[in-house]
């Protein structure tokens, strides 16, 4: 089993920063991918952001591409999402989520096993 843990959220105005943090716990190894997906009210999860558990290869969304930064710790067992000039449509509620037993990384929410409890990121105009 894995456990993941978000934190970091709050609310920010347009153009600024956050970065959200992913803790794991559990059986988790390094070729894992790790996904960071997004859910606005009345709207279907969306994907963010990926990378594997251990680092390398990075994927993103068009809509962040240039503004958000995945990235990992392995001495922290934490994955990040540094998350740049915000726009109130980036208003969501963001989930960490891995995949199980693939090395495979996927921008669809339905191939992830493992999902974090989700916290909220508020971008005022």
């Known amino acids: 089993q894995v456990q993941l843990v978000e934190s970091g959220g709050g609310l920010v105005q347009a153009g600024g920063s956050l970065r959200l943090s992913c803790a794991a716990s559990?059986?988790?190894?390094?070729?894992?991918?790790v996904g960071w997906f997004r859910q606005a009210p009345g709207e279907e999860r969306e994907f963010v952001a990926a990378?594997?558990?251990?680092?390398?290869?990075?994927y993103y969304a068009d809509s962040v591409k240039g503004r958000f930064t995945i990235s990992g710790d392995n001495s922290k067992n934490t994955v990040y999402l540094q998350m740049n000039s915000l726009k109130p449509e980036d208003t969501a509620v963001y989930y960490c989520?891995?995949?199980?037993?693939?090395?495979?990384?996927?921008?669809?929410?339905?191939?992830?096993?493992?999902w974090g409890q989700g916290i909220q990121v508020t971008v005022s105009s």
């Open positions: 559990g059986s988790i190894f390094s070729g894992t991918p």
């Open positions: 989520a891995a995949r199980r037993s693939t090395v495979v990384w996927s921008r669809d929410a339905r191939d992830y096993s493992y």
């Open positions: 990378i594997r558990w251990s680092g390398g290869s990075t």
